[in-house]
């Protein structure tokens, strides 16, 4: 039975040409292996979103329900507040948005970012001209949290690109000044964006003690997660450090107050109707622990990233513009 | 019906339900409403809705799928073995690359005729051991068998190739512009969600393996002697009313129809035919020089005299005796005590997690049948075959392994598509309710008892509504001698489901700080 197989191998390759080939496709590979997929990459992204009169600047809009248009209002009237999309994002562009889609949960949970958020903002950026992207780094499996959360239909309609994070597109950027950590491996997509949308949702967390704005980027970095979560505190303000965010809009319209970030129930979800829009995250993040009747100092990481002078903490000190919808 | 074009269309259609097996076995993930096409292939054969009645002595719900292949039987004989099953043709495909030396079919073929009744005896041993409580018919049933392999071993195989195909083309330079665009569709509608792999691959392809490869003995051999839902078809299709006709006239006996014919049916210088044995391809219809073979529909044994006149030449039968079948009556009885063979019994059972709706061990056990359905549509790719962890009576049903994939909350795929009922209907909704399972810290390995540096890694993933792992402020000294407050998690357990997602995403290298065991309430067996 062995020689069959022996001579079956034997007249479909002369020994000789099948090694060659095998050797070019592997050095090929090998070859490739070294330049392209070298995590390695020697430029150092410096966060630039630290400018104390831009970044104190905080929009808020209230709006009077939960519905899709008036959603779709606030997020004109924010927008314009901050001086106009076009501002911020011209013709050809590289924009990344990235939401919270951390779970496999129906948006009424408040566990992800509201799709209707994530829908207007893609919208606008994509009205634009720019090439905008929308991913997240999922806990769960990332195809049903994507479908579940509603938000790869928002995607859709919006006209974004839906991208599913791959393990291949990490690259290591080193952090200066890191409290913890003094590198990172950073999405591609992130590295190469010309601008990056952060947009979380706010919600109860137990280790944090709340997750917004500051927390949502553990979704661009790679490694493993679990392992972030020691010294959590000090990993989240190096976060900040290796990604530069230009503009936070954060979803309060639905606010999980318990049992955060992925376990609570209808009880614990509280309905806020907000949305905070800022270019500074930790200053975004200051303001919206008053939602949940908290101080920014309640919070080790705002505490670690305003002794870093990453923004303004000082809720008092911040330049809030309120809106009403 | 006499053209030959009917061998051509017989291929087609059989190549049409190889596409429709794989598109459901592949499209059985995620969004699933109606589950009825696809577990139809696995409710379709009889030996197993018998072997589930037997073993778990009630009536099972496949019956009405199966008797209804039974039926047409009656009628068109074992059309199933050569149109339908997705086993066949893979065997079938895997022949024509096997077998090289067609003039050897001949001399093969009067050995083989002497074991086609073989399949008796295993259809017969499979159903005393069911009516014992093991359901060995899922091991070796054809529909599962051919599920179970294709998802645990040939469409995770396949799946692995083409990552690792287009991994290398990605990193060849110039190459990866044309190769991620058709990469990305293939992602989106071929391949699984995530890379795949499971447990105990390599038993079950062994077994895939080795029917296949029976083919160096006779074509189709697992077919013709050893398939069991084959000998149940067989024995009806006795009395199939859809029969092969010889024209004596044309006929020149050239013993060409003989040698094509896959299942060895036809004798007497391509005369006559064991009704029991032709899965009606039509190749002999293809192969017959001068087209006088022919298949019409007749009363079944009004020819039945003719044999009797030829008696001179030396017909073997096929049907076995009763001796034989004594045989392998004696056979599953002698066999009986060596199936609770179970060196696990006191160590891993408690590992054993059954997916979710699961019955008690014990019933659960004699109504799955192995059809690995649950393992393929899994999202989380957390249920694997299990080999002999839980003793051989267990071989192949799926089990949880948290450590791998977790029970997704928002999920309750795989007791949707269970086609028998080995694991209860639940509701999304009632996933909170079914307790798979109970975790339990290991403390010498949990990073905050053992190295006072807080982790709440499981406490945060934790989907119960009232956290099952809640967390205390307590002194501990870390790796230093120093004493830190550090925040300890412990479980409670009435609140655990057994998900296993704290063990999954457990930052702890190699085995986890935290561990999922089947339900302490549960006493070892009685789950519920």
Known sequence: MLHKFQNYFLKRFARKEFLNRVLKIMSAYFLGKNFIGNKKIFSQTTSNTTTDSEGSKLTIIKGKDLSKETIFKMVDKGLENLGGINKFIKKGMNVVIKPNIGFNAPPESAFTTNPHLVEAVAKKCVETGAKVTVFDRPVHTDKLCYRNSKILEAIENAGAKVHYMDDRKFKEVKIKNGINLNKLEVYEEIIKADFIINMPIAKHHSSANLTMSMKNLMGVIGGRRGWFHLYLHENIVDFNKAVPVQLVILDALRILTANGPASGTEKDVKETNTIVMGTNPVSVDAYTTSLFNKKPTDLEYLTLAAKEKMGEIDIKKLNIQNINV | ?528
């Open chain 2, 1 to 528: 019906m006499k053209s030959p074009l009917w061998s051509k269309i017989r291929a087609y259609v059989q190549l049409l339900f190889w596409f429709i097996f794989v598109f459901l076995l592949i499209y059985s993930r995620d969004p699933v409403d109606n589950t009825f096409l696809y577990n139809l292939f696995s409710k379709l054969s009889f030996h197993l809705s018998l072997s589930t009645s037997l073993s778990s002595l009630k009536f099972a719900e496949s019956f009405f799928y199966s008797s209804v292949i039974i039926f047409l039987t009656i009628f068109l004989g074992r059309f199933f073995c050569g149109w339908i099953c997705p086993l066949g043709i893979t065997i079938d495909a895997s022949d024509k690359k096997l077998i090289k030396n067609k003039s050897s079919v001949f001399s093969i073929q009067k050995k083989i005729i002497k074991i086609k009744h073989y399949k008796y005896g295993i259809l017969l041993i499979s159903l005393i051991l069911s009516l014992a409580g093991f359901q060995a018919a899922g091991i070796i049933d054809p529909l599962s068998l051919v599920y179970r392999s294709y998802t645990v071993s040939l469409y995770a195989y396949f799946d692995r190739l083409i990552r690792i195909l287009f991994d290398v083309l990605y990193y060849i330079p110039g190459i990866n512009y044309l190769s991620e665009p058709v990469y990305d569709i293939l992602k989106d509608k071929v391949l699984d969600f995530n890379l795949v792999e499971f447990e105990n691959h390599i038993p079950v392809f062994l077994l895939f393996l080795i029917i296949i490869l029976l083919s160096y003995l006779a074509r189709r051999f697992w077919c013709q002697s050893l398939c069991p839902l084959g000998a149940i078809f067989s024995l009806v299709s006795r009395f199939s009313f859809f029969q092969r006709h010889v024209d004596a006239a044309l006929c020149n006996s050239c013993l060409k129809c003989q040698n094509s014919c896959r299942m060895n049916a036809i004798y007497d210088g391509g005369q006559k035919t064991y009704e029991s044995e032709c899965i009606k391809c039509f190749e002999c219809l293809k192969s017959c020089p001068s087209k006088a073979a022919s298949f019409k529909f007749n009363v079944p044994f009004a020819n039945k005299e003719k044999p009797i006149e030829n008696k001179q030449i030396n017909t073997p039968q096929i049907f076995t005796s009763r001796k034989s079948l004594m045989k392998s009556f004696f056979a599953a009885l002698l066999l009986l005590p060596f199936f609770n063979i179970n060196t696990n019994r006191r160590t891993n059972f408690t590992y054993i997690i059954r997916p979710p709706g699961a019955k008690r061990e014990d019933e659960f056990i004699k109504e799955c049948i192995r059809c690995a359905q649950c393992i393929k549509i899994c999202p989380t790719n957390a249920l694997h075959p299990i080999f002999l962890e839980a003793g051989l009576t267990a071989m192949f049903t799926p089990r949880l392994v948290p450590r791998l994939g977790y029970c997704e909350k928002n999920c309750n795929l795989c007791s949707k598509i269970c086609p028998t009922d080995a694991l209860f209907k639940i509701k999304k909704s009632d996933k909170d309710k079914t307790i798979i399972g109970t975790a339990y810290f290991v403390k010498d390995r949990c990073i905050p008892y053992s190295e006072g540096i807080n982790c709440m890694v499981c406490e945060e993933m934790c989907p119960t509504s009232d956290k099952a792992i809640k967390f205390k402020d307590e002194i501990v000294l870390n790796k230093q001698g120093k004493k830190v407050q550090v925040k300890i998690p412990y479980v409670i357990e009435n609140l655990c489901i057994g998900c296993g997602i704290c063990e999954n995403k457990c930052p702890v290298t190699g085995d986890a700080a935290i561990q999922v065991t089947t339900p302490k309430s549960a006493e070892g067996i009685n789950r519920f």
